[in-house]
């Protein structure tokens, strides 16, 4: 499955009267990797390593997960999603849902005690969950159903997506273990703040040329000092940052159109016929026209 990633995300994930998601993404090398760049939206997500390794960017922090574990992002914060340098199978689950799901026409306790609290960031889900506790353990397997309900779509999985959420929510209650802060501190708000609007500005001119002085004077900075700002900020150079969104955009449009090869290339900022067939294929271990074939 090939997920269309912009820095901020503006499509409905699920439907208007169920608005929840999920996404089993690839991110070890070939041709069907996807690159999960630096991007936010409204609504929190829950992530499951299902293969290997996977590195997780959350605002400033970077986790490395493994097989089993998982995280949790709340809404509107910056992520990205990374197979490790070293190399091997990296692959995961991503559970996107609007928290509006555990609304309720009724003022209750629950909703009192802890939605409310959540949509007003008066609560906080803990990012990293390993399966060094027993409250994490639960939680990762009641994440692993939601997937599985999710993909089986049997007669009633609505229902049972929903229980499992509130069961994440009861467990957390239990165990003590919500937040009362947020893990990010004023500079790092600051940071992201200042992240997020270079990423909607190459999100904005991804068909021109873009330079690193174009970048640079948005914020502003020196050109060694951006460099090194959105390198720690997104574990990319600027440059690749850009090719990897181009690439993934054109596979999309690959899949999902009959444009031919070099008006995709135009469409998503390559000038050069040539060098986006070369840059493909050193992202996809393939040719544009051999990935058409595959799917």
Same mark, same amino acid.
């Given at each position: ?5 912009? =820095?901020?995300?503006? %499509? ?8 929840? /998601?999920? #996404? ?14 630096? +991007?936010? +939206? ?31 992002? +709340? ?7 990374? /197979? ?25 306790? *629950?909703?009192? %005690? ?13 990012? #990293? ?20 309900? #999710? ?14 959420? #509130? ?5 957390? *209650? ?25 990423? =909607?500005?190459?999100?904005? +001119? ?9 970048? *640079?004077?948005?914020?502003p900075m020196s050109r060694g000092h951006f460099c090194r700002f959105f390198k720690q900020m997104t574990q990319k150079r600027p440059m690749q940052y850009i090719i990897d969104l181009r690439?993934? %955009? /054109?596979?999309?449009?690959? %899949? ?40």
């Amino acid at each position: 499955m090939l997920i269309e990633q912009v =820095s901020h995300e503006q %499509r409905i994930h699920g439907t208007t009267l169920f608005p929840l /998601a999920v #996404y089993p993404v690839v991110l070890t090398p070939g041709p069907r990797q996807e690159f999960v760049n630096i +991007h936010w +939206h409204e609504e929190v997500e829950f992530v499951l390593v299902t293969k290997g390794k996977v590195m997780v960017q959350v605002g400033a922090q970077l986790f490395s997960v493994l097989e089993g574990e998982g995280v949790f992002i +709340h809404s509107e914060l910056p992520h990205a999603l990374m /197979a490790p340098e070293e190399g091997g199978e990296s692959e995961f689950t991503a559970i996107v849902f609007d928290m509006k799901l555990l609304s309720s026409s009724m003022y209750d306790l *629950a909703t009192s %005690r802890y939605v409310n609290p959540l949509f007003e960031h008066k609560l906080y889900i803990p990012t #990293y969950l390993s399966n060094q506790t027993i409250w994490e353990t639960k939680i990762l397997s009641y994440i692993s159903e939601i997937i599985t309900s #999710y993909l089986d779509q049997q007669s009633g999985y609505e229902i049972a997506i929903k229980g499992y959420i #509130y069961l994440i929510m009861a467990v957390l *209650a239990k165990y003590d273990a919500f937040m009362q802060n947020s893990e990010m501190s004023r500079e790092d708000n600051l940071k992201l703040q200042q992240l997020k609007r270079v990423l =909607s500005y190459i999100d904005e +001119h991804m068909k021109n040329k873009i330079t690193l002085e174009d970048l *640079a004077e948005l914020l502003p900075m020196s050109r060694g000092h951006f460099c090194r700002f959105f390198k720690q900020m997104t574990q990319k150079r600027p440059m690749q940052y850009i090719i990897d969104l181009r690439i993934n %955009r /054109a596979a999309k449009l690959l %899949r999902e159109t009959d444009w031919s090869i070099l008006e995709i290339g135009l469409e998503v900022g390559f000038e050069d016929l040539s060098y986006f067939i070369k840059t493909f294929r050193e992202s996809k271990n393939c040719t544009p026209k051999q990935f058409r074939t595959l799917l």
